[in-house]
């Protein structure tokens, strides 16, 4: 297997690839990086064979699109990923074949709901779920401390303690860890409870990154347009939230709401299907196009997508625009399908 760390900084990219077939997978890729990437794949003789996200980050901006675009390799993350063009969703336990390299797929929610870790022969990618001598934190929209406990202390700590331990980060200059190294000595996890875990990751009191927003929503939604402007933190924590219990009766009563999807259009006739009577209108061609809806700007209108993230950035667009009865389906799609309500393709 060959294997290196690309960026040499706080945030970490590794490449892997397999000797014989020389395929190669980037693991969070950062986008002002492209050119570096592409060229030790080509220096090395490497194939792009996929590239995978551990989670949705906040603090940078993905290069999946765009190398998505440049080299054609799969874009693959975790079911629970929010933006669209998600070329292969994977679950827990499920294997990523990159030439004769297996990648083990592990669901450590927790940091995001979308996290996951990948264990490959003698080593473990993380993302930021564990970090060396740390965790990542937990207070993001749809961050879980109790989740993580468990993912930590029953996936990653489950595996050999000789296990190398790369993060997705690391702020002190470290490369790597063992998974004994952190089971003993790793700070917030080393002879914690999962409730003084709980207590300690709602109380760090961390500011938020800077910019996180200007990160965090165009990977939430593969949107690459400069020009769309994205609703701040505030507006976004506004948002009227409906479960899709809530939507399911509103949507038997006489007066229901208008259902407004943002989804792609390969979406909307996908695996997940819509709510039947559904508009779709992609969020990218949102502010455009918004002029469509101008007779609904006082009646009731749910915004709906994949996860619940994309519709809670148009909802925040549109009740800025003037709507005054916008509201959010919570959990999107994926909630609407687990809970088996009527869906059309
Ligand atoms: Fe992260």
């Not at 929209?141 to 000789?162: H, V």
């Amino acid at each position: 297997m060959l294997f290196r760390e690309l960026n040499r900084g706080k945030c970490k990219t590794y490449l892997v690839a397999c000797e014989r077939t020389h395929k190669a997978v980037l693991i969070d890729p950062v986008r002002e990086k492209v050119e570096r990437y592409l060229a030790i794949l080509a220096y090395s003789g490497c194939k792009l064979d996929a590239i995978i996200d551990t989670h949705t980050h906040a603090d940078h901006r993905t290069a999946s699109w765009e190398l998505h675009d440049l080299t054609g390799a799969p874009v693959i993350m975790h079911r629970r990923a929010p933006a669209p063009h998600v070329d292969l969703h994977v679950e827990d336990g499920q294997e990523i074949t990159v030439g004769d390299v297996f990648l083990r797929v592990f669901h450590t929610p927790g940091h995001t709901p979308d996290s996951i870790s990948l264990y490959t022969n003698d080593r473990v990618f993380t993302g930021d779920t564990i970090l060396i001598h740390g965790t990542g934190r937990c207070d993001f929209a749809g961050g879980d401390a109790g989740e993580q406990y468990d993912a930590i202390t029953n996936k990653i700590f489950s595996l050999p303690e000789e296990t190398l331990l790369f993060p997705a980060h690391d702020y002190r200059g470290h490369t790597h860890s063992t998974v004994g190294e952190e089971k003993r000595t790793n700070p917030r996890i080393a002879g914690r409870t999962r409730q003084a875990y709980i207590d300690l990751m709602n109380n760090l009191g961390l500011p938020l990154p800077q910019g996180i927003q200007e990160s965090l929503q165009p990977n939430q939604s593969a949107i690459e347009d400069e020009s769309i402007k994205f609703p701040t933190l505030a507006e976004l924590n506004q948002v009227r939230q409906l479960s899709a219990k809530e939507l399911q009766l509103q949507l038997m009563t006489a007066q229901h709401p208008i259902l407004l999807d943002v989804r792609e259009p390969e979406e909307f006739t996908g695996e997940l299907g819509h709510i039947p009577g559904s508009v779709l209108i992609p969020l990218k061609e949102l502010p455009a196009r918004v002029s469509e809806l101008e007779a609904d700007k006082h009646k009731d209108i749910i915004v709906i997508c994949r996860a619940g993230v994309r519709s809670t950035t148009a909802a925040a667009i549109l009740t800025g625009l003037g709507f005054d009865h916008v509201g959010n389906l919570k959990g999107g799609m994926l909630e609407w399908t687990d809970q088996q309500l009527p869906v059309e393709r």
